[in-house]
Structures are given as structure tokens and as C-alpha cells.
């Protein structure tokens, strides 16, 4: 019983994704009101009804009291958590009890963030995003909201199975020899050919990296590359498993089973050419087999069930040659610019075996462009509704008369032929009179309206240039599907002979063995490094075809279902402040701690944590970086030093002593992120 509602403040559904069960309580509701001989509801329509009385009375209470409900539960136990982002308001609901407020209200977020990625700067403008997320063509609505369900979906499973997911953070392989030979591998023959080559279409390749599942093998970036954040790579790695799923009960982890992974797959996963619509997927997952032209399905009127047409519409899968636009934060000398374009390029090397490329296209200078005018139009709104009129609206850095001539020239270059450019020239030139005519009314209140219809238009522009397909950006470039092709064999070749072990050391990276001689009683643990945003684990890896350290069947089980509970446990004591948490629970001693230290290891004083709401964005690093946060904060009180975050969660049999248990943490901590057992970067 779980669904997840993105709505406008006039009611109207953007986007939503309901599992079987909720859809079949939602059919029975409104089947069971409909009279004798008349069908039932289009289930969009039956969730518009469903959700409307939420929707109207939560932003009236917005507009009336400036305040509204962020969650409640019904009289059935339904829970509902709702979140407002601009104008787009989010309803989250779970009635299995198997997800709480704060699971909901993390979904929540990851939601906003998948449309950041997936829509850039379009989602500052409310009309606009509507637009995206509701298009008018039927097909190209299936389309859409068929990916973010199917991104909603992997999420949740790798939520649930893997824990980097479940911390929030990146996971290497443990192999130190053979990563330095990759990364060497993509910096000087990989991304230097390819950014050499004429088929590239202007497009450089920026980041480059290997995934095995969902486990980092490589990662190489170019020298004037920003740094990719923790939070983009995890919603690449989430867009990579859902392009290309792993299935994990078929790969046995198994070494003496070895032979049986490497040659599993049909042929066409293995190839770059496009394969036709009838074959795709066949093997990528547990999804239902496509057409070849789109189909409607219709049963028995009688038994009619209340499905969305765009639900039984079938639209035929893209080119897999084709790109993802995907829009990432981008660190520059300058300043930050979040939402900048790039073109994301999946390719397959074998089942569970993935490379991905990050190129750069030739029109990004047009986006840090358009988030430099919306920034100062952001801050001159914000000035002056706070009553900040005069000289005092336009103090500090990039303000509008910084950018005015900037913004002049930016029009003049876009050009008399784009559409979007001619409104913008019109809405300029209407504010430059307000603004600075000798006799209008200046910078004050009254140019609150002309602000928000700039920033409605710069966003029109970023629209145009990167997300229409009849923009300029979108107009052959991209890397050609033979360099493509390429690319994908020259990896294909040199992880040739590691292909069997890869897929065996995904499923076993960190073994506890290794652990039991220095520390007995030690059940499991969690190393994260929040400052690089890596973790470190033994793997818990339990299916029906394999077994873990653990054993297998309820025990394995049990313990994977602690672990997952300790984790949800101490975020809730970090929201309260609490840097460390010990505590029993039945046969089992539970420790969380969270440190800092310097660059050479030094361990420093922790102080006071800030203390947040319980309706706080939820704490990781996905949807919400707490803690690039918490480290900005910790640093202002060591000006001039280099500040790292660490967190280590460990399970311990309840018969050990608490003071060895917590010589095991400190030793444990130590030993992990020696330089040897650190995998390069």
C-alpha cells in the first residue's frame, strides 16, 4: 500500500506511481461508487479525486495561515507525508507500515533530486516544470512518467538490498592492483582518444568510471573536470541500474561457480548497436516484453480494470545510442553552478558490468550563464519583499547592475531566430525602464512582478537550449554510435580476463573472515568516509540461490533486518545531536559513532551537532547533503585546517564486554582506512 503523488496548487496531477496494492484499493473505492453498466474510472482520474481535498486544503492553509500540515495518519493507519517545493506539492503515503514518516519524507526528497538531475533549472520555474512533467502528447506523458516510476522503483530496491543505498554512499571495489589499472586505463587511452576524435560532435569527455552492479571500479575525471558530488554519482549510478538492472539471483557469487557468469546474457547485451523494440529487455531485468508499435489493451467490460491509459499504453524504447541529459552540479574557480547539462552515455559490457561516460556539450556556457541572471534576480526578489528598496536591494555580489550588460549581450547573442529569446527581450526591456528610467519606480516592491516573469523567461531559455528535442544542443550532438561502439570494446578488451572474478568480488568485497582473528564477537559493520563519501562493508548478499557469512534463511536475515534498523535508529539520535549511540538489544550490542580529524589523522573535539526538526530534509548524502553541511559548520571553528567526517556502525554479540567492544571500534576505525586497504581514486 504505497503511492507517491506530485501535484500542482490548482490539484492537477504532475506525476504519480502507486504499487498493486494501493491501485486495487483505489479501483475497489471508486468501482464500488459507480452505477450499474457504466465502466470505471481512469485511475488518474480516481487519484485526482482521491488526493484533491489534501491538495486544496493544504495550500489554503498556506495562503491563509502561512503554515500547514506536514504529515498525518488516518483512522486505518494510513500515513501520509507532504512537502511543499515552490509550487509543486509532494504526497507520499504508505498504509503496510512498512515504511515511517521518515522513510516517506526521504522518498520525498529523492523524487525532488531525480528531477533536478533529470530537468535542471526547468524546476525553478512551477509553469515550466508542468510543461515537462505533464506534456500534452499522450505518448511522450507514458513515456516520462514510466521512467520516474521505474526510477522510483530501483531506488527503493537498492534502498532496501544495498547498503551503500542504505548509508548513502559511493562503495569501491576492495582491489587496489587492478583499480590503479583502470584509472590509468581511462585517463590515457579511454577519455584521450575519445575527447581526440572527430566523431565526438564537440562534445569532451569530462567523467568516466566502471561500474560492477552497483559497486565503483574506476573513476577518472579530466583535469578541468569539477568534481563529481556524492549525491549526483548516486542518481547516475540509480539512472545506470535502471537502464541495465542487476539481476543478482542469477549471478552466483559463487567462486566454484565462476564459469557460469561469464558467458550468461543473450547476444544483443553485448553489442552497442540499437537493438529492435521486440528484443529490448528481454534480459535486463524482470520487465514486461515490448511492442514493437504502441498498443491499447482492452478486457472484458465487465471486468474492466480501472487503468490509466497511459498505463496500458506501450511506447517503444528509446535509442539506446542515444544519450541521458542529465544535469549535475558543477565546482568552478568562480563559484558553485548547480543543474549544468551533460549527456550521460550507458554502456553495457556484460551483465552486471557497466561503463559510463559524462561528456560536456558545447552549449553548457549558455546555462552558467542563465543560473548567473537567475541568481541575481533570485537575490533581488528576495530584498526586496523583505522591504530592502533602494541602493541596499542591489548590495552584494552579481547584482543587476553587474549583470546588465551581461545580460544584453547574452540576448543579442541568443539571437533574433529562438522564440523564447524575443519574449526575454521584451520582458529586459520592461524591467530596465522600471528599474533605471530616471522617474519610474526603481528598485522597489513594485518590481517584484517583473523579477519573477525574468526569471520565468531565463528559464524558458535553459529550456529551450537543453530539454526540447528541437533545441540547439540536441541537434547531432552527441558521440557517434561508432565511437561509442569503441569505446565499449577497448573496455571490453582490457577487463576481458577480470570479467568472472568482478562479478564474484562484487558480491563478496569486504569478507568478515578477515576481521574474526583481530576482533571476535564482531557480527558486522559500516565504515563511511563523509568527506569523500565512500563507505566500507563485508557484504550481505542474501538470496535464495546464495549464502552470505551469516549463514542463510531467517538468521542471515535477521541480522540484515538489525543492521538496517540500526541505521534508521541512529539518524534519528544525529537529528537530535547525539554523535554517539550504544545500546543492547536482546543478544546483540549496537555502536554508532561520529568523529572528525584533520589531515593527518588527528582526531579533533566533537562539540555541539546542530539539533533539527523532526520535519528536517532527511539526513544522507543522496537527496539532501547533511553533511557537506555539518562539516561546513564544524570548519568555522577550525578556520585553516583541512576537516574530514567519518562514521563507523558495528553489531557485536551481546556476551562482549562494552570496554572491548569499544577497543574494537577504536582499532576497527583505525585499521580500515589504512593506505593499503584505502581503494584509489
Known sequence: MKCLLIASESAEVLFHWADHEFQQ???????????????????EDSISTLFAPIIISCITMVDRLCDSYTSFTTENHHVYVLHQFDECLYIAVNGDGEEGEADLRRKIYVVKKMTDVLFGMVTLSSNLLRKELRPQDTE??????????????????????????????????????????CIEFLERRLVQ????????AGEEVMHAFILVHTKLLAFYSSRNASTLSTSDLLVLIIIAQNMYPSNTDSDDPNPEDVESTSGSGPEHFYTPEPSPPDRDSGSLGDKPERGSTPVFEFVDPDVQMAEDSLQTLEVPPPDPSTPCRVFLEVSLKDGLYPMMPHSMYCLPLWPGITLVLLTKIPTSAVAMSVYTFLEAFTKLEKRLSEGQ??????????????????LDKFIKALGPSEIQSGQLQ?????????AFTRGGPGFSRLLIPSCKKMKTQLCGVYRQCFLLESGPSNVAQRLSPGLQERAQTMVQEKLMDWKDFLLVKSKRNITMVSYLEDFPGLIHFICVDRSSGQMIAPSLNLTERNTSELGKGPLAQFIKRKVWTLVNTTRRYLQKGYSTVTFRDGDFYFCYFLWFE????????????PVLSDDSAPI????????????????????????????????????IPA???LQHCRQLASKLWEPSRNPLL
Open 389 to 406: 528598496e533602494g541602493s541596499a536591494a542591489t548590495r552584494g555580489q552579481r547584482t543587476i547592475h553587474e549583470v546588465r550588460s551581461k
Open 140 to 181: 511522450q506523458r507514458a513515456r516520462l512518467w514510466k521512467r520516474l516510476q521505474s526510477l522510483l522503483e530501483t531506488y527503493s530496491h537498492l534502498r532496501d538490498n544495498d547498503q551503500s543505498f542504505l548509508v548513502e554512499a559511493v562503495e569501491r571495489l576492495i582491489h587496489p592492483t587492478l583499480c590503479e589499472q
Open 25 to 43: 484499493n483505489v479501483q475497489k473505492q471508486y468501482g464500488a461508487s459507480q452505477e450499474d453498466g457504466q465502466g470505471l474510472p481512469a485511475f
Open 193 to 200: 582518444q575519445l575527447n581526440s576524435s572527430g566523431e565526438r
Open 659 to 661: 570496554e572491548i567492544i
Open 598 to 609: 584533520n589531515e593527518t589523522g588527528f582526531k579533533l573535539e566533537a562539540g555541539d551537532l
Open 620 to 655: 544522507g548524502m543522496l537527496a539532501w547533503d547533511y553533511y557537506r553541511k555539518l562539516l561546513r559548520y564544524y570548519s568555522k571553528s577550525h578556520q585553516g585546517e583541512v576537516v574530514k567526517c567519518y562514521e563507523l556502525l558495528t553489531v557485536h554479540l551481546g556476551v
Open 426 to 434: 521584451k520582458d529586459w526591456t520592461e524591467f530596465k525602464n522600471l
